[in-house]
């Protein structure tokens, strides 16, 4: 009677601590292979696809949030942390990532069993972002159609320096148009976004110039028409010199101002590198870089 009152103490303390440790069902491991279309199609009417096993940098977010899940390594039982958002080096690492989309996470604890994507071919800047992702979809289809315009996105931090996204666009490449999204601000500081400095033409400022990062959301530019007392005008643009020529106007007579979009070209041997720069006291912004293109062939 001893032995068996032994055996079911035994059986009731594995009970508890399977009850009292991690919750292994909760925690899903997800994986899908990143595919590019270029519009083309084969014989039969498939789309023709190619896989991407380099370049691919992603970012993984609470469902419709912009919360970062917390992730680990893909089916490791001991939880190794795995920084989010993915680089492109850990997604080529065949022991982390092996050239997929691929993590462990706990999506149930924020209340859904899904998560978002925001994937991102550094080689061009195309984007996709896959809502409701789960451990049941394995494959991610980035559109790369030339002719086509396209709107990317590439996160951001705080940087005091000018800082190399790893996004580079490609030769014959037409930027129509860059938005801020701020979403951690930092009070009285700003963030220029521009192609590589250090490349051939390249400006650290010219995409967008002294945005603000006082407010969270999309940042407007600040080159409105603007009533004054003597003349309407318009005050300073947030564009750069790349994307707008401008003229800053002011409540004087003749000084009204203006600008003039003018588009840029990733042409010949020229800057293609997007960054970010942030004004000296930056330590807390955060947020999304948006931009329009079109790869013209």
Same mark, same amino acid.
């Given at each position: 009677m001893r032995k068996l009152s032994k055996i079911i103490a035994s059986a009731l303390l594995l009970v508890g601590f399977a009850i009292v440790s991690p919750a292994q069902a909760e925690f899903k491991d997800m994986w899908a292979y990143v595919y590019s279309w270029d519009g083309t199609m084969n014989s039969i009417g498939e789309m023709n696809l190619t896989r991407e096993t380099s370049g691919i940098t992603f970012k993984v977010l609470q469902a419709d949030s912009d919360t970062a899940e917390t992730l680990y390594k893909y089916k490791?039982?001991?939880? %190794?942390?795995? !920084?989010?958002?993915?680089?492109?080096? #850990?997604?080529?690492d065949n022991t982390i990532c092996n050239d997929m989309v691929r993590f462990r996470t706990d999506p149930g604890h924020s209340g859904d069993e899904?998560?978002?994507?925001?994937?991102i071919n550094t080689d061009g800047g195309y984007t996709t972002f896959v809502e409701d992702f789960n451990q049941y979809?394995?494959?991610?289809?980035?559109?790369?159609?030339?002719?086509?315009?396209?709107?990317?996105?590439?996160?951001?931090?705080?940087?005091?320096?000018? %800082?190399?996204? !790893?996004?580079?666009?490609?030769?014959? #490449?037409?930027?129509?148009?860059?938005?801020?999204?701020?979403?951690?601000v930092d009070a009285t500081e700003t963030v220029d976004v521009g192609l590589l400095s250090s490349e051939t033409s390249g400006d650290a400022n010219g995409l967008r110039s002294l945005v603000s990062v006082a407010t969270a959301g999309h940042i407007a530019d600040t080159a409105v028409i603007t009533g004054g007392s003597n003349i309407d005008y318009t005050p300073a643009t947030t564009y750069g010199a790349l994307l707008?020529?401008?003229?800053? !106007?002011?409540?004087?007579?003749?000084?009204?101002g203006g600008k003039s979009y003018i588009g840029h070209v990733v042409t010949g041997a020229n800057a293609k590198?997007?960054?970010?720069?942030?004004?000296?006291?930056s330590d807390t912004q955060a947020g999304y870089i948006f931009?329009?293109?079109t790869r013209l062939r």
């Open positions: 490791d039982d001991t939880f %190794t942390s795995l !920084g989010n958002p993915v680089s492109g080096t #850990t997604y080529a899904n998560v978002d994507l925001m994937v979809k394995h494959a991610i289809v980035i559109d790369e159609r030339p002719n086509v315009p396209h709107t990317g996105m590439i996160w951001f931090g705080p940087s005091t320096a000018e %800082t190399d996204t !790893g996004l580079d666009f490609q030769y014959d #490449t037409q930027i129509h148009d860059v938005r801020v999204e701020v979403v951690t707008v020529t401008a003229i800053t !106007g002011s409540d004087a007579v003749a000084t009204n590198s997007l960054t970010y720069t942030g004004s000296a006291g931009y329009s293109f």
